[in-house]
């Protein structure tokens, strides 16, 4: 009877602390640092060209910071009480694909194995995560995500065969390319244009919709030639480029928007810098390239004529190592962010311009 009471009060005490405190939620880079680690590339006593930032992982990138005399020690007592459960499964990125960024900040991250698409808002101190392509049907496989006309969000599931718009909340509106994609992967969007480029791995060509989603035009067939593809997966578009992972073929082309093959780089081997297997692709506004070398497990940037910059990577877990990544893409911010699929994780760096303009990269 003594246990009971004591165990009575101390609940008391518990919820009464706890209701005396508002609580908000803050995104951090670094969910297992106190402080950044500080990380350049090159190394010195080269010009640092990228910085380290830090990782997006899921739930553990949200701090709760307790407002009003909420302190570790009401968690405590709730721990001690049983109101905290030990069952609690965190939400984290398991396969993570391809993303995108919204002018407002928020990171969209596709997952194929948890089927879903991960919203990561730091502005608000957030995580969704997005699983539903239409009212009852759920995503299959997310591959591509682009930002869409009307503030949309636009995923290309390679299962379902189509793209699904997404309104700004992730509620499903409706389908692209139904019955005229086999697997759709890659997706690019010229904004000015309205046009939507889709990487259709399994026809080896790309499919050009309005925004409408009405198909206009069918760029390549399966070839070596420039301007053919085998299996192309990532796509890109930037300054009036379309920039495709041509995987199997294993290279980078760049396409005018008609679909003219303007450049081809990229060849099989086993030097840093060959593309045995190239997926992600991105480009920033300087017009720098990342490819994401997914069989030796690089980012490779090269400059706007296709020449090795620098690589970045190797086989593992630890900063600047990759596991199986899979997307590239950048920012406003000059970020470069990359899918690591196999390490669960969405790993941020920082283009420094030449290392004279520096951005804050701690949050």
Request: hydrophobic residues 40%; negative net charge; glycine residues 10%.
């Amino acid at each position: 009877m003594l246990i009971r009471v004591a165990l009575a009060a101390v609940a008391g005490m518990a919820l009464m602390l706890g209701g005396c405190a508002s609580t908000q939620s803050v995104m951090r880079y670094h969910p297992e640092a106190a402080a950044p680690v500080a990380v350049v590339w090159p190394a010195p006593p080269d010009v640092p060209r990228y910085e380290y930032v830090g990782e997006l992982v899921g739930e553990d990138n949200f701090q709760s910071i307790n407002e009003g005399i909420a302190t570790a020690g009401t968690r405590f007592l709730k721990w001690l009480v049983g109101l905290s459960s030990n069952r609690h499964v965190p939400t984290v990125l398991q396969r993570p694909q391809g993303g995108v960024v919204d002018p407002a900040g928020r990171v969209y991250v596709t997952d194929v194995s948890r089927q879903a698409v991960y919203v990561f808002d730091e502005v608000a101190g957030d995580l969704q995560v997005w699983d539903m392509a239409s009212a009852s049907e759920r995503f299959l496989a997310p591959i591509g995500v682009v930002l869409g006309a009307n503030d949309e969000v636009w995923v290309a599931d390679a299962e379902l065969k189509a793209v699904i718009r997404l309104d700004a909340d992730g509620k499903p509106l409706g389908k692209i390319g139904l019955d005229q994609l086999t697997r759709p992967t890659g997706l690019a969007r010229d904004a000015e244009r309205g046009r939507l480029y889709v990487a259709d791995t399994h026809s080896h060509d790309i499919k050009v919709f309005d925004d409408s989603g009405v198909l206009l035009a069918t760029l390549g067939r399966r070839g070596e030639a420039p301007g053919e593809f085998n299996s192309p997966t990532y796509l890109a578009f930037a300054q009036d480029r379309l920039y495709v992972s041509d995987t199997l073929n294993a290279r980078v082309q760049v396409l005018s928007t008609e679909g003219e093959a303007l450049a081809v780089f990229g060849e099989r081997g086993v030097f840093v810098g060959d593309m045995p297997r190239p997926k992600g692709v991105s480009v920033d506004k300087d017009g720098n390239i990342y490819v994401v070398e997914t069989y030796f497990d690089y980012l490779l940037i090269f400059n706007a004529k296709g020449e090795l910059l620098l690589p970045l990577g190797g086989t593992g877990s630890n900063i600047g190592e990759f596991y199986l990544p899979a997307g590239v893409w950048t920012d406003h911010r000059d970020r470069v962010y990359i899918a690591d699929s196999f390490n669960g994780r969405v790993v941020i760096i920082q283009f420094l311009r030449g290392g004279h303009e520096r951005q804050a990269t701690t949050s």
